[in-house]
């Protein structure tokens, strides 16, 4: 059993900058960043896979967000730049131990672990 802690949501200004970490109690391979915005379903974000190498976004924030991980470490973080009011919502982070690649880490069902999520609000 995996257990995901995620911290850095905040409130701020929009084109402000934040950074979410998500640690986590163990080992994990694939690691991505879940939104849900009030009254929307659940939506991908940013994945990384198990070695770092390959990354994958979500079109609307693509050139603003980067998703890294320290891998000795057990983090995963989502630096978000240039901020929108749009981007409000709990993030959640989310692994999986099975060695999922590619486009599947866009999948919510890819992952069997999760945080509790972090709270963003941007104002405008």
């Known amino acids: 059993q995996v257990q995901l802690v995620e911290s850095g949501g905040a409130l701020v200004q929009a084109g402000g900058s934040l950074r979410l970490s998500c640690a986590a109690s163990g080992r994990t391979y694939g690691m991505g960043w879940f939104r849900q915005a009030p009254g929307k379903e659940r939506e991908f974000v940013a994945a990384?896979?198990?070695?770092?190498?390959?990354?994958y976004y979500a079109e609307s924030v693509k050139g603003r967000f980067a998703i890294s991980r320290d891998s000795a470490k057990n983090t995963v973080y989502l630096q978000m730049n240039s901020l929108k009011p749009e981007d409000t919502a709990v993030y959640y982070c989310?692994?999986?131990?099975?060695?999922?690649?590619?486009?599947?880490?866009?999948?919510?069902?890819?992952?069997?672990?999760w945080g509790q999520g972090t709270q963003v609000t941007v104002s405008s």
């Open positions: 989310a692994a999986e131990r099975t060695g999922v690649l590619g486009a599947r880490l866009r999948r919510p069902d890819e992952y069997r672990y």
């Open positions: 990384i896979d198990r070695s770092g190498d390959s990354t």
